[in-house]
């Protein structure tokens, strides 16, 4: 049986797409809970890290139930800017970046938390702000740090199950991802299809693994 | 003027106690502060920065409050006009000789930048990395990019802690000049006593987080005794005669005497006697 192409292509799409909006928004966050010293920061990093602990169907519920159209929010969404982020790929976007958030700020928090405390020491008695110490200073003295965050994201993204399918279904070309694909075809009793989905998982998330071990070998600063 | 009065709680090796520090330090002065491990030296360094905040005090430099715990004043070490040098240097590994001077440059100092790798003699090494320097190499870059904002106040940590004796000299040399030229009020924190000799005009014994002493032992008052300290000592061999410079005159002779000085010695020369055949005593 022809395997169909379009769950892989989704899978890469949603991985990267998650990936490039996390780098935005977790290395910052990850960067600021290294940085501060709000004394709320537990607070902060405790919802951070709750995707760790909860089953992926919990969080997909809640999703489900925020971002529903019959919500407040999910009919404030679809009113003003027509945005539907339940079974939409809007949607399964969303539901990653949330659930991937600790995979790309925990291993770039402890990057940086782990340099030398006088880097930024001595950043501030030049006269530096936190910022441009972080992004200066800090950031490129963490390379290794960062690949971890990218790839775990990356990968983990790829492996998505239980809350792809609370908050995105089983729509063919827009929340049909791999994973979803091989329960699909498990279910279908298709063990050929289902089989050459998860050698291509398999396959890919090995290659990013040994990429990212190549690559953090070779990273000096 | 800078004024020093801070309280602070502190674990020190006999056990917890305040670090009470109050000094005064005399503008354009080079002072050390010399004491045993965990005496609080750095410690006075950090409360000065702004990296660390008293329990109590103030610190006053020139007009400007940098800290009022009675006034709740408190300046970052942003808004402090200093210049640190940390005893591993922290020195930006990502970035050359040349980045790490200009990091805190301002725009407009570029011809400041180059002055300061020529003082500091760093001009063959501008494009290399920190971790390709040795010890002594990446102290002066440390010294050039503290003194790159033209700081009021120089802290030095340790600077010659992990040096060997030819590069230690060579830094007394560099800060010597630059203190010299410029007269940055300068704090040194050193456990050696050559160096503390070599450079301060005032060492401040610190014991327990207590001042135990306090000396002032150099160039203050040599100008006033016709002493100077030597800031450069070198032997030509093509004229055959060694040549030492001051901070206001340079002198030579054939006399292998003059073998004995280092930089930082402290000389006292006949008035009149600004080259040629100078005596020293």
Redesign the interface.
Known sequence: MPIDWDPIWLTLRLAGITTLLLLLIGVPLAGWLALSRFRLKPIVEAIISLPLVLPPSVVGFYLLLTFSPTSWLGAWLLRTINLQLVFSFEGLVVASLIYSLPFMVHPVQAGVENL?T??R?????????PTKTLW??LL??CKPALLTGIVLTFAHTIGEFGLVLMIGGNLPGQTRVASIAIYDEVELLHFETAHAYAVLLLGLSFAILLLVYAINKRVT? | MIQIDVVMSRLFTEGASDLQVKLELQSGSLTALVGPSGSGKTTVLRLLAGLEIPRQGRIVVGESVWLDTYRRINRSPQQRSIGYVFQDTALFPNMTVRENIQYAAPKDQQTLVDELIEATGLESFVNQKPIRLSGGQRQRVALARALVRRPQLLLLDEPFAALDAKASQMLRQVLLELHQRWGTTTLLVSHHEIDVQALADRVIQLVQGRVESDERIGSTNSYLTGSERIIRIEYDENQQHWLIETASMKLQSTNPDWEQWNVGDLIQVAPGNHSGTAKIK
């Open positions: 030398p006088s880097w020491e001595a950043s501030y008695t030049l006269g530096q702000s200066r200073v490129p003295n600063v």
